[in-house]
Nanobody, 125 residues
């Protein structure tokens, strides 16, 4: 079955950087669009970034544009999220997501049937 597993979360001070990784198994990775969502305590889940199977289409939430970069290595079945200039408001559980027919960058959470367990990112002021 399809599984996606996140890693790379942690605690950093504001202005710092983290790189999240997501390793997928049970699928042909380059058939799938991938993305990142996050949810902070007491807040709604929100899309962070998404990427098409080829990497040719990407999208970012306004709140992270210019600070976060999504990428993928199809040879390694791995998705990345480079997060720079982190802010306390970036504190959240970050989830990796996947869906088949990945020619586009999908933005709605309901478009993704496969979700990881999440990795916690905490940014202190």
């Amino acid at each position: 079955q399809v599984q996606v597993v996140e890693s790379g979360g942690g605690s950093v001070q504001a202005g710092g950087s983290l790189r999240l990784s997501c390793t997928a198994s049970g699928l042909t990775f380059d058939d799938y669009a991938m993305g990142w969502f996050r949810q902070a305590p007491g807040k709604e889940r929100e899309g962070v970034s998404c990427i098409s199977w080829s990497g040719g289409s990407t999208y970012y939430a306004d709140s992270v544009k210019g600070r976060f970069t999504i990428s993928r290595d199809n040879a390694k079945n791995t998705l990345y999220l480079q997060m720079n200039s982190l802010k306390p408001e970036d504190t959240a559980m970050y989830y990796c997501v996947a869906r088949f027919n990945g020619g586009y960058c999908y933005w709605d959470a309901s478009d993704y049937p496969y979700w990881g367990q999440g990795t916690q990112v905490t940014v202190s002021a």
